[in-house]
């Protein structure tokens, strides 16, 4: 069995491609799996790390702002589909899986005129426009919420699967040590300065992941004893599990490592993307009674939104557990094995 996997970007089109990657090949030890992604993305590091082989295809996104700089994204997407084209060819795969990137759309509709069976996996509540435009030559549709499915045509083609997460944080030593700040692995403005509101009106010991982008710059500030800063953090499976409460943005892939873990969360979600839906993931949560939303708009009104609703929370242990429990209910931790009996029966 020959499968290629495709995504690209960002760590939440990466790691749930790895994460179906690994079940695969623990059911099947004998399948073939190549990545595609595209030439400079972080996925040339996080794919090698997992132990498998990528090949890079020129891609970029449509920019909104600048439609000057869309004559470069043509231009990607004519030389990436011959690129494509040609890795496909080659490796002559049977299944093709895309979890998103802008790479994804290229790969799946050149592994459909090969004749491979393609399937795709939304993240999001909301759904991007590629996946949208690809579900008609796809066998499958997996999705994350259920709210998605009602954005595509063929609903006898959806699953719902939930997010494919890394075993680890399933696996994790669980305990309730600290407050786990973090704005992703660049960091988030808004998140930080809420952050450092907050560092000052609590006790508890805090860990605050600032990002690389914002490092230098908090470590500026008249830090409390009680915080340890970092600027990054390899091992998230670890941090996570030993978290009373995670404060965070609200991207598919961290939410459900963060229901995985069965952590009480408040989202702060990227106003920055498309269709707002982070908000969309978030309230899914929410509205389940695991989590609460702080919007960047409300922080932009009072900073100290956040720690209010932080110092609430820890004063009642009670809806913090409740609160846990009910991540462990939302979680969904059979995605790729839902997925693999999908494609594989």
Known sequence: MKVIMTCGGTGGHIYPAIAIADKIKEKQKDAEIL????????ENRLVPAAGYEIKGIDASGIDRHNPIKNIKTVNNFIKGGIEAGNIIRKFRPDVVIGTGGYVTGTVVQHGKLYGAKCYIHEQNAFPGVANKILEPICEKVFISFPEAAKFFKNESKVV???????????????SNDYILICGGSLGAEMINNAALDLMNKVDDKIIFVTGRRYYEQIKKNNIPDNVTLLDYENNMPERMGKAKLVISRAGAITLSEIMASGKPAIFIPSPNVT?????????????AGAALIVEEKELEKNIGVLSEKVQKLLADEEILKSMAE???????????????QNIYG
């Open 35 to 42: 990545f595609i992604g595209t030439k400079h993305g972080m």
């Open 160 to 174: 719902l699967v939930g997010n494919p997460i890394r075993q680890a944080f399933i696996d994790s030593e669980k």
């Open 275 to 287: 269709a707002n839906h982070q908000y969309h993931n978030a309230m899914s949560v929410v509205e």
């Open 326 to 340: 009910n991540a462990k209910k939302v979680a969904k931790l059979d995605a790729a094995d839902i997925i693999y």
